[in-house]
């Protein structure tokens, strides 16, 4: 089955930069799009940024745009999210997701990376 393995979170200071990779397990890993989520403490999930696999069509929770970046290497298998001028806010477990049903009304995510963990200082 497909397994998802996220790694790059840590601790960082506000206004810093960090930079999340996801890894996608298998040659037959064909997704139609993948995503970052992320869930605080009490807080609902809540999708970040997504890219569609083959145009690299992207979408950003407007709270991030301009901070955040999401980039992709299909022959690899890899999902990247740039993340930069971070906020206290931000901090989260961070999720890579991925949905390899192309509907564009039925928007559920079938598999799921275990999460890493951002957490930004004041």
């Known amino acids: 089955q497909v397994q998802l393995v996220e790694s790059g979170g840590g601790l960082v200071q506000a206004g810093g930069s960090l930079r999340l990779s996801c890894a996608a397990s298998?040659?037959?890993?064909?997704?139609?799009?993948m995503a970052w989520f992320r869930q605080a403490p009490g807080k609902e999930r809540e999708k970040v940024a997504g890219?569609?696999?083959?145009?690299?069509?992207?979408i950003y929770k407007d709270s991030v745009k301009g901070r955040f970046a999401i980039s992709k290497d299909n022959t690899k298998n890899t999902l990247w999210l740039h993340m930069n001028s971070l906020k206290v806010e931000d901090t989260a477990v961070y999720y890579c997701?991925?949905?390899?049903?192309?509907?564009?009304?039925?928007?559920?995510?079938?598999?799921w990376g275990q999460g890493t963990q951002v957490t930004v200082s004041s």
């Open positions: 298998g040659p037959t890993f064909r997704p139609y799009a």
């Open positions: 997701a991925a949905r390899r049903n192309p509907s564009p009304t039925i928007v559920e995510y079938d598999f």
């Open positions: 890219i569609t696999w083959v145009s690299g069509k992207t």
